[in-house]
């Protein structure tokens, strides 16, 4: 006896496991047989059920959030090809406004260009020499083109400098140097418009100056007063428009009248040019 408890020992617990299953099924089947589920089945029941629909949540949830990834993978995808679109498009629209702009400069140029009473070179603004010691721009037209050393530089605007060809500073075949009124090295012989006085006119060095000296003692300058190039000299024709007169005051050395003045043309944004060749233009003849 002793010795056959141990061989069974191990048969006990599957046994009990069939048995408790066998008398639920038949307590089930009598139960279905009256058309009623017992308290024990309905137990039995909602506790399976808990899992089942755990999972079935659970299933249903990790569904939707991958629609929903997938839907928003989509929709990013989609913005950065608008985003893409949409810089290509701008980048089109600034291109083509300032093309626009472009054409109306041109198209003033050289409406300018058929009034002056000499030939001109139109000619763009290649290259700029801005130091502490130099104000002098390269554009796209020299020797070649009949673009030579003294030769006068202007704008709609007005006056913008002379053609030099020196040691450091040479023009060559296909561009030239200019140097700019506002150079200190540089000197314009001007006139005031409204009183016809006389003077000199020197670089500051700054873009949005000038100084204008040696004026008469009797010389009368107001503030707003037009300057003009007088045509003394031989370089720079009568008429061109220098700047306007802002402020009136003595040297502290001379004691004489000497006026701070503002250039015509905008130099920080200066792009096209018209090299005057001296040439009478045949249309003015």
Known sequence: ??????????????????????ILVSVQS?????????????AVSTLISYPERSYSYTRRGLKALWGRYIYLSGVEQKNL????QIASLLIENQRMQAQARENERLKSLLGFKESLSKDSLPARIIGWDLSVYARM????VGLKDGAGKGQAVIS??????????EPGR???????NVLLITDPTSRVSVVIERTRDRGIVEGTGREDQLLLKYLSPEA????????????????????IQVGTIEKIEQNPFSGSLQCFVKPSVDFSHLEEV???TGKENDAQR
């Open 30 to 42: 009598y139960q279905a047989e009256r058309a009623t589920a017992s308290p024990f089945a309905r």
């Open 156 to 165: 709609v605007q007005g006056l913008v400098g002379q053609i030099i060809n």
């Open 81 to 84: 090809a608008l985003q893409k």
């Open 137 to 140: 721009v390269t554009i796209n």
């Open 274 to 276: 018209l090299v005057l």
């Open 170 to 176: 040479p023009s060559g075949q296909r561009f030239a």
């Open 220 to 239: 009368k300058p107001l503030r707003g007063d037009t300057v003009l190039t007088s045509g003394l000299g031989g370089i720079f024709p009568a008429g």
């Open 1 to 22: 006896m002793l010795n056959i408890y141990p061989r069974w020992r191990g048969l006990f617990l599957p046994i009990s496991l069939w048995l408790f299953s066998l």
